[in-house]
């Protein structure tokens, strides 16, 4: 058996192809999914099944797109929802025989009432299992959160999850290894580690939530708070129905200056600029939306809407098939193309350019002391609510497209976040909404707690 990890940088997302012989499975693919194909074609493997642990709601499931490429394929999950595709309905306890690996099906309801772990075999060495894909039910660290699918059922949901756990997964054994599908850095949970894999003796010996009784379980996940982003339903309505196949879409335009002119002049088009923070900020083409190649995954899904268009300003042409698997992962379909030779061309031509002020920490606290600057924390909710510098005003970056004309701009605004790349985006949609008095402390939170400066909450 072989198990090979494809991570969805930004998201976190981890899935994985498995094979064993010549035959092979998917466990929740990715929407750009000629990766399984390759990694097929490398191990002389056919994939067979493509099995999904739930319906995933950060991010756009591949499952349709891996079969367009592997026909053969059988996409299969949880019986508990009615998906608009699939030939597999699984229930609790359903085997299949995948090469030499025994794959047993595991309803465990919790994250989601279509939760499914996989629990794998080697049936050249016994029928033990070895390894477990436990999706958003049981992360290194951390387990999945029960608020997504009615707030009203959090409590319910919670408690599905607790039994799950305890009366499933944790039975399996001790020495089984366990294969989440998040990594540090998810929006699924709370506090998942760096470590994508673990075993399930060491998470019952250090996962603190697998310490606690029922009742404490209940009450800490009902009072835990994490990211709620407007992408979550999008997604959730097409990893239900099934996303439109990408042969679908019209493909990538390079567009001269005219053409990405009137682009930038339309009221629902983002051009996204995925040059460096820093970069952005000293010069960058009016009404543009700053989100760096490095965190484009992450902040498309907050920030951007799936009734707006969208282009590319690159700061290289090799960068343009990671910015557009960045949108199309989190279903922002309706993507044009990008401005031919990037910055540089516009720059070039002598057309005008903005910036955005880059603020120390020292004259934050400088402006903020003198009465000179407001500051909007563009974090989440949670987050704001933890530590917050005194006089901030939350307007999460999530939510900031629907909030921006209620901010009050009579002074300067700072707006803060843990590190800057947040707060760059959110700079950068105010500009294009026309509120120009805005500066951006780089260092941001981090580096106003390392100055030693005091914090609220």
Known sequence: MRITTIRSEGLAALSYFVSSENEAMVIDPR????????????????????????????????????????????????????????????????????????????????????????????????????????????????????????????????????TSLHDKVLRLGDGVIIRPGHGAGSVCGGAISDREFSTIGFEKANNAWLAMDEDEFIKSKVDQRLTLSSHFKRCEKLNTDGPPLLSSIKPLEELDISEFEKLIDQSNHRAIDTRSNAEFLNSHIPRTISMSLTNIGLLAGWALRSDQTFSFILNDYNDLELAHSSLLRVGLDNIIGYLKNGFHEWSKSGRAVDSISSFSIEDLKTGLNNNTLGIIDVREPHEFENARIAGSKSSPLTSLEEEVSDIDYSKTIAIACPSGFRSTAAASIMKHNGFSNIVVPLSGIKGWKAKGYPVEG
Do not use: W
Request: proline share 2%.
């Open 31 to 162: 929407r750009d999914a000629l990766v399984y194909h390759n990694l097929a074609t490398q191990s002389e493997s056919k994939i067979t099944h493509i099995f999904e642990t739930h319906r995933n709601e950060d991010y756009v499931i591949g499952s349709l797109e891996l079969q367009s490429h592997i026909p053969d394929a059988e996409i299969g999950h949880s019986v508990a929802t009615k998906f608009g595709y699939g030939e597999l309905d699984l229930a609790d306890g359903e085997i299949f025989q995948i090469g030499n690996m025994k794959v047993t099906c595991l309803n465990t309801p919790g994250h989601t009432d279509d939760s499914m772990c996989y629990v794998v075999a080697d049936t050249t060495v016994g029928s033990d299992p070895i390894v477990a894909f436990t999706g958003d039910t049981l992360f290194v660290n951390e387990v999945g959160r029960t608020d997504l699918v009615d707030i009203a059922k959090h409590s319910q949901m919670s408690k599905k999850l607790y």
